[in-house]
């Protein structure tokens, strides 16, 4: 079946640093993604998505970057400040037509060191 | 605009007893979905309901089960519950039930099973 899988469960940045976490998925076919961040006693929040015919995409401190040949994606936080800690999700949104459901990576707990 | 609203937000209940779960989408959305969340498993997609119809299941016993209303509203019902379905369970709504449209979380309910 599908899967998703983060490369790192932890990651520690200074603050201001930049920070970059890593992402693999399994399934070809998926051509849509979504990266959530998850702050405790919270539900998912939204941060960035991106579609298969882009490479990169931009938002506000955030870049995504989507590799299809090797099915891996990566999140970007600039300039990392204390209220970036929190988990952070990838999230495969299956293949248009057919998502109805997320496939969620195990996670990356990131803490902004002061 | 109000978002996702999950009722109630802490359960505990004892192992064999049942429990029903509430969910409220954003004004306007159609979709729901059901995850649990578990530090061993993450998150996993429980089920997907559009216009009152289950459209999709994850692979979860039949223990769970859930509904939607002809308000959009949505209830999961867990019975003879057991220990390991303790977690968060994460209620998510959409305009129309696909991934790349769009998922808003809720805050969950935490569910403690003793």
């Known amino acids: 079946g599908e899967s998703v899988g983060l490369h790192l469960p932890t990651l520690s940045v200074q603050e201001g640093d930049n920070s970059i976490i890593n992402c693999a998925y399994s399934n070809s076919a998926s051509d849509y993604f979504i990266w959530y961040k998850q702050e405790s006693g919270k539900g998912p929040q939204f941060i960035i998505d991106i579609r298969s015919n882009m490479d990169k995409r931009q938002g506000q401190r955030v870049t995504v970057l989507l590799n299809k040949t090797v099915k891996h994606l990566s999140l970007q936080i600039a300039a990392t400040q204390p209220g970036d800690s929190a988990v952070y999700f990838c999230?495969?949104?299956?293949?248009?037509?057919?998502?109805?459901?997320?496939?969620f990576g195990s996670g990356t707990q990131l803490t902004v060191l002061p | 605009k109000a978002g996702v609203t999950q009722t109630p937000r802490y359960l505990i209940k004892t192992r064999g007893q049942q429990v029903t779960l509430s969910c409220s989408p954003i004004?306007?959305?159609?979709?729901v979905s059901w995850y649990q969340q578990t530090p061993g498993q993450g998150l996993q997609f429980l089920f997907e309901y559009f216009s009152e119809t289950q459209r999709n299941k994850g692979n979860f016993p039949g223990r769970f089960s859930g509904r939607q209303f002809s308000n959009s509203r949505s209830e999961m019902n867990v019975s003879t519950l057991e220990l390991g379905d303790s977690a968060l369970y994460l209620c998510?709504?959409?305009?129309?039930?696909?991934?790349?449209?769009?998922?808003?979380f809720g805050s969950g309910t935490r569910l403690t099973v003793v």
């Open positions: 999230a495969d949104g299956g293949s248009s037509g057919s998502a109805r459901q997320l496939t």
């Open positions: 998510a709504s959409s305009p129309r039930g696909a991934a790349n449209y769009g998922y808003t």
């Open positions: 004004s306007g959305h159609r979709s």
